[in-house]
């Protein structure tokens, strides 16, 4: 990796062995930043707080060499990176305004695919996942992790019922509390159908009526005034002597055809004429007729404006006109049939309910015996590793139960509650010495034995569920003396089969190191190209030796110094 402006490091290139790397310095000399920097070319989450002051921004590149076909290497090119030699190129830079971009292979990409890739590269492990470690929730995902398939398979039916029986609940629980304004509602749907039943209004009668009712309100005037156009169209009988439309016109008409003939212009006029006439007799015809027809019956006037007060009634209630009543007694009568399809509905529900409750029982049961079997090989795995980290007497069980509760599911014949994960309450014990008895890690381990059987958990998980790099961020505080030896062994031995990179304080962990880093700030603060130094010879005994008695040239502590080394390397 190269670390630009990243906190106190200026400038400076970290090369990682592809074996085991201890990182060492004085407190605050900068190792941390070494692990910050590899989070944040995994996806980790951009601080513009660790900008350099003074610097525009913090830029992380690193180099990684991946196997052929590995998983990351597939996602990568999916994204249209390009691998160099089979290695992947990442660069990651936070402004000091806090933007974040990251490449890939050359090619700019999305932040969160850099977190995807990391869960295929590397498991990061500091201090704080031993404290996430304490909580049994992420014991049982440990556990779970541990298990694969034996537990996943199930577990992923489990949670999908569980998701659909909460949701089955929900509704269900929705439509009982609800019954008595479903009720409501539905009493007034059925009030509403039956009053608009009750008129059978037609669509549009409104209007007709409407209009018919100014037709019967002015018959009288309307009559007088057919009458009158018809006169001045077709005469009076009682005044035969008066002139009349159709008369003018048809004289008109014969002063023409008289003498058409002379002239073709003077004959299309005539011909208009008489067109004239046979419009004026039409019209006449039928001003006789609706005088005739119009019907000035008050009776039936009366009926017309009983039937509107009735239709106005509706329109009142329910919509501007009888079509908008027609419409919401159609929408009215499809939610009537939903609300008292309700009670079918919630038996549908009760069923489904409680057939999810029996499936739920068999999956958790399913769930609970694969974690049991899954546990004690677990717990036999991670005890014998125990041994290997000078707690050759220490014993981790696991302890699986369940807390009875009537509104729960059956298992084991019992009605014990459950949740997203299952019924299963899982805790890591630990017994630290013969005839001590099991007690949680969080109240039966120390700062040096949880940091050991962190590492243990880790090694076992090694095995089963491999990743190419790990990197241990002073997991092993609280850890000394003849301890200290069997963690720096059991690195060692770990990083035969994958890449281990540790920050430590501890000179026994350093030594079993095929590479060791040394991080050291200038006079100014700031570690500069030359602040990441790889030790080898007299200078790895000088830092040895500064670990063990605080004295590079103390002659006792270089001579510990080199029966570590010397230790170190008889067992590789």
Do not use: C
């Amino acid at each position: 990796m190269r670390i630009r402006s990243l906190g106190v490091i200026d400038d400076a290139v970290v090369e990682l062995s592809p074996g085991f790397t201890a990182v060492t310095g004085e407190t605050g000399a900068g190792k941390t930043m070494v692990v910050t920097s590899l989070g944040l070319l995994l996806g980790g989450r951009a601080d513009p707080a660790l900008v350099r002051i003074g610097a525009k921004a913090a830029v992380v590149e690193g180099r990684i060499v991946l196997r052929p076909g590995a998983p990351a290497a597939l996602r990568a090119e999916e994204a249209g990176a390009e691998l160099d030699d089979g290695a992947l190129l990442i660069s990651r830079t936070v402004s000091a305004e806090g933007r974040s971009r990251a490449h890939v292979g050359g090619r700019s990409v999305p932040v969160g695919l850099l977190a995807e890739l990391a869960d295929d590269l590397v498991a990061v492990h500091g201090q704080t996942d031993q404290q996430g470690l304490l909580r049994p929730a992420r014991q049982r995902q440990a556990l779970d992790r541990y298990a694969g398939g034996s537990v996943a398979v199930p577990l992923e039916k489990y949670t999908g019922a569980y998701r659909r029986l909460r949701a089955v609940a929900v509704e269900l629980d929705t439509l009982v509390t609800r019954a008595r304004e479903r009720a409501q509602e539905a009493d007034l749907l059925r009030f509403g159908l039956d009053e608009i039943a009750a008129v059978e209004p037609l669509p549009g009668e409104d209007a007709e009526l409407s209009a018919e009712a100014e037709r019967l309100g002015h018959a009288e005037s309307l009559a007088s005034a057919a009458q009158a156009a018809h006169a001045a169209l077709a005469g009076n009988p009682e005044d035969p002597e008066g002139i009349d439309a159709n008369t003018l016109v048809a004289g008109a008409h014969r002063a023409l055809e008289s003498v058409r003939s002379h002239d073709p212009a003077l004959g299309a006029l005539a011909e208009r004429i008489g067109e004239l006439g046979i419009l004026l007799a039409d019209v006449a015809g039928e001003l006789a007729g609706y005088a005739d027809d119009l019907d000035a019956d008050p009776l039936r006037l009366a009926a017309v404006e009983e039937r509107r007060a009735a239709l106005t009634q509706l329109t009142r209630k329910y919509g501007d006109s009888i079509d908008s009543v027609l419409e919401w007694a159609e929408q009215g009568s499809a939610r009537l049939l939903e609300l008292d399809g309700d009670d079918e509905h919630i038996a549908e529900l009760t069923a489904e309910r409680d057939g999810l409750r029996v499936e739920l029982s068999q999956l958790a049961q399913a769930l609970t015996d694969a974690r049991m079997d899954s546990a004690a090989r677990f717990a036999s795995a991670v005890t014998a590793e125990l041994a290997s980290l000078a707690m050759p007497h220490a014993r981790v069980t696991f302890d699986i139960r369940q807390i009875e509760d009537p509104e729960g599911v059956e298992v084991g014949g019992r009605t014990v509650a459950y949740g997203p994960s299952g019924a299963d309450e899982v805790e890591l014990l630990l017994a630290p010495h013969p005839g001590a008895q099991p007690r949680p890690i969080a109240k039966g381990a120390s700062g040096g034995e949880l940091s050991r059987v962190m590492l243990a958990v880790e090694v076992v998980f090694a095995g089963s569920d491999p990743v190419p790099t790990y990197l241990f961020d002073e997991v092993d505080a609280g850890v000394g003396g003849k301890a200290a030896v069997e963690v720096g062994r059991r690195l060692a031995k770990l990083a035969k089969s994958a890449q281990v990179v540790v920050v430590t304080h501890l000179p026994q962990v350093a030594a079993f190191a095929d590479r060791q880093l040394l991080v050291e700030k200038t006079v100014d603060g700031s570690v500069t190209r030359s602040g990441v130094t790889v030790l080898e010879g007299e200078d790895r005994i000088r830092e040895l030796s500064r670990m063990l008695a605080g004295q590079e040239d103390s002659e006792t502590a270089r001579a510990h110094a080199e029966e570590l080394l010397a230790t170190a390397r008889a067992d590789a």
